[in-house]
């Protein structure tokens, strides 16, 4: 042994640089192996034991809950020089640390495939209406909105969804492969046997012709917005009572048009414009013109003077257009003057719209929201209490997905946010594998990481509920899909059970700009129902368990829209 040992000493006294070298190499190996270590922490969820599962608890016979781990709790790794990262799962997984977040993928959107090999003229399924044939001049456009062309798998559901997405009126498609949007048609229409070309991406169905625009009228849902260049169209409303004070400025403009007006009160900096005939008002958002109870848009149907295909309203019903003007009034936020003892969490599911809701409380209120968590990401994005500690007490209510009693009995009262799982699942997975606002990429759908998510995350939907519902000493829920139908009332709800004045000022401009920096586009649809019959009757189950928990407490129960009753 010692001669072997003694060859490899001569050596290295022969090559005192080769030495110098691996010596160097070994500590630098070692000094990634501790940063490596550093950054990712102990950040592995862990489970309680011997609590057995609220869901256990709700479900009685349908769950078993023997071994006494039930779900477990969420853990959670803080340090005061130093927290980790979004790192919150199911309580019972382990993190393998082989889940890589990937981008990338196809960013197109199709309707349901299931609607594939219909005709869609035929088809009126709420989303479009198909209205004719019309004459397309490349030199003066039938719809002049955005356009985009795909000439390998162009299909009438395409055209139709990036259309609808984007807030136009209409779609039109033409040569098999192009799409335009627009919210007027500018261009007489034509005989159908001229719309005769085969769409690209679908035999079965007709895409225009050559100069031709097979056009269809857009059914937008509620909270699409129809945009007009570069404002919003909000819809037709009766006039108010006194003009003059609800809508400051106005102006009489020859030769009206929706551009003129818009122009103008634009230039105002005021984020309404206002058609009513030959005059044109600016203004605000406020409780004398709040723009809750739209009329049917025919009684607005007055042409402008200046644009024959425009609607300018008349004197007593208006038209009304969004500016890009941003309205300050509740764009002020500061940390609260004096700390709270009481500590009020803004608990969710993953992908259940807690940061939107984030969002909306800290416009609404003017005070930054804290997190249980740090996400570098959303600080970047203005939710400066992201670097708070959750205990500080400078912020109004504390972002968290934890469950488990220990964790919820640490606030004193909480918002529950609960979304309809099918769709709280997908925004999760959508996070998980591509930010914030990307998407996952079809491989992951496809892949094993799906269903592999799906049978850990859909239980763990259920016993968030029920743990909060259970532990929590003071619970308000707030339904995602309410607060998206009924901003305004649900907002103003959840402002006073933080014991916060109510501004309805702040309110009316909160709806205004109520989307903010974390939506996404939605340009990207699954072209197929990603939920198998076998996870649907699991997540079934669940939301039965959840609707009756919260029946039984009194409350709501699940929104209809959940699943079929």
């Known amino acids: 042994m010692a001669k072997p040992l003694l060859k490899i000493q001569r050596y290295f006294r022969r090559k005192p640089v080769r030495f110098f070298s691996l010596i160097l190499l070994y500590l630098t190996a070692g000094s990634l192996v501790f940063l490596h270590s550093g950054f990712v922490g102990d950040s592995g969820p862990g489970a309680q034991g011997g609590r057995d599962s609220v869901v256990a608890l709700e479900m009685g016979s349908r769950t078993s809950s023997s071994d006494g781990r039930g779900l477990g709790i969420m853990r959670r790794v803080f340090k ?12 019972w997984m382990k993190k393998t640390g082989q889940e890589t977040e990937r981008r990338g993928g196809d960013y197109t959107s ?18 479009a209406k198909y209205i004719g044939c019309y004459i397309d001049d490349t030199q003066k456009r039938a719809l002049r909105g955005v356009s985009f062309f795909d000439y390998k798998k162009m299909t009438v559901f395409r055209c139709q969804d990036n259309c609808a997405e984007r807030g ?12 335009y949007c627009g919210h007027k048609i500018q261009a007489p229409n034509s005989s159908e046997s001229e719309c ?30 129809r945009r007009y260049g570069s404002a919003i169209f909000k819809g037709c409303f009766h006039r108010p009572d006194n003009v003059t004070l609800a809508l400051p400025f106005s102006a009489v403009i020859q030769n009206m048009s929706v ?17 009513a005939g030959d005059q044109c008002h600016c203004g605000f958002p406020t409780p004398l013109f709040h723009l809750h109870e739209p009329e049917d848009e025919a009684m607005c149907l007055n042409h402008c003077h200046g644009e024959e295909f425009e609607s300018c309203g008349n004197d007593k019903y208006f038209v009304v257009y969004q500016t890009q003007v941003q309205d300050n009034r509740c764009m002020d936020r500061h940390f609260l003057p004096t700390h709270s003892k009481q500590l009020v969490a803004l608990a969710s599911f993953p992908g259940a719209g807690n940061t939107w809701a984030r969002h909306l409380i800290e416009l609404a209120t003017g005070f930054y929201t804290g997190s249980y968590y740090f996400d570098g990401s959303l600080y970047n994005k203005g939710f400066k209490g992201e670097r708070d500690h959750w205990r500080s007490g400078r912020t ?11 964790e919820i009995e640490a606030f004193d009262s909480s918002i529950l946010m609960i979304r309809n799982p099918y769709k709280a699942l997908m925004a999760e997975f959508n996070r998980k594998y591509g930010g914030h606002i990307g998407f996952a990429s079809q491989a992951h759908w496809k892949g094993k990481e799906w269903p592999e998510f799906v049978k850990n995350y859909a239980p763990w939907w259920a016993s968030h509920t029920l743990d909060w519902l259970h532990y929590g000493k003071n619970v308000h829920v707030v339904h995602f899909e309410n607060l998206k139908r009924d901003l ?10 933080l014991g916060l004045k109510v501004s309805e000022d702040r309110l009316l401009c909160v709806e205004g700009q109520k989307d903010g920096n974390f939506k996404r586009s939605g340009l990207r649809k699954l072209e197929y129902d990603p939920y198998t019959p076998e996870m649907r009757a699991s997540i079934n189950e669940l939301i039965r368990t959840v609707d009756a928990a919260l029946k039984k407490r009194k409350m709501s129960g699940a929104p209809d829209e959940y699943m079929p009753r």
């Open 488 to 497: 305004f009332t649900q907002l103003k709800g959840m402002v006073q059970f």
């Open 196 to 225: 005769n070309m085969e769409c690209k991406g679908e035999k079965s169905n007709l895409c225009g012709g050559a100069n031709r625009l097979s056009i269809y009228r857009l059914e937008l849902s509620q909270e699409s917005a």
């Open 168 to 179: 136009y009126m209409y779609a039109g498609l033409e040569f098999g492969a192009e799409c």
């Open 110 to 127: 199709n309707w349901n495939r299931a609607l594939k090999g219909r005709n869609a003229k035929d088809i009126d399924d709420g989303r």
């Open 396 to 406: 109004v209510c504390i972002k968290t997905h934890e469950s488990g009693r220990k």
């Open 259 to 275: 551009d003129k007006c818009v122009d103008m009160c634009t230039e105002r900096e005021k984020s309404l414009a206002v058609l």
């Open 80 to 91: 005061e020089t130093r927290r980790s990262g979004r790192r919150y799962g199911p309580p």
